[in-house]
């Protein structure tokens, strides 16, 4: 077994369950560290692709600023965190079957899938290539992505706010 092998079998197995225990936990901060755990498996396997701005990325982007976002969404609604009922032995049946669904379909997938073709070339400039086509052919939906998170940003300010003056009134 090579390291690479190792490390790709560490680094899916947390992906896979930091995915579950997010699903499997009830309070919401462990839902956040779950969900932190699983995109930091994931940057891992960028790095394991040779992907290494991807990865940088997804540590930033992911990992970072969408978990600040939702963590401030959970502290500007204030849920209490209260402990849910257990829904029973029917809900652990469905998710595990739901589960070896999954794994069958994508063995099966996985093995018949065909890779004949012209290999890509990989270890070329990523960033240079990314660069090129995020600011040539999709500069549209880059800025209108940019504009909808300001827009989000400034409707959470303004929800916030008319907290503030209901709970002083």
């Given at each position: 077994m090579s390291g690479e092998f190792a490390a790709f079998a560490i680094l899916s197995l947390t992906a896979i369950s930091g995915g579950i225990l997010m699903l499997n936990v009830t309070k919401v901060i462990h839902m956040l560290?779950?969900?932190?755990?699983?995109?930091l498996s994931?940057?891992?396997?960028?790095?394991?692709?040779?992907?290494e701005f991807i990865a940088v990325v997804q540590i930033l982007i992911y990992s970072g600023a969408v978990t600040i976002i939702m963590l401030f969404g959970i502290m500007l609604t204030r849920k209490t965190d209260e402990e849910e009922t257990a829904s029973g032995r029917l809900k652990k049946w469905l998710v595990f079957a739901g589960i070896a669904v999954f794994a069958v379909v994508m063995y099966i997938g996985i093995y018949n899938l065909d890779l004949t073709g012209e290999p890509a070339a990989l270890h070329e400039n990523n960033t240079e290539q990314i660069g090129i086509a995020l600011f040539t052919g999709h500069i549209i939906p880059f800025e209108l992505t940019s504009v909808l998170l300001l827009a989000a940003l400034i409707g959470a300010i303004v929800l916030a706010k008319k907290e503030e003056e209901e709970e002083k009134q």
């Open positions: 560290v779950s969900l932190v755990l699983t995109f994931i940057a891992g396997l960028y790095i394991l692709l040779t992907a």
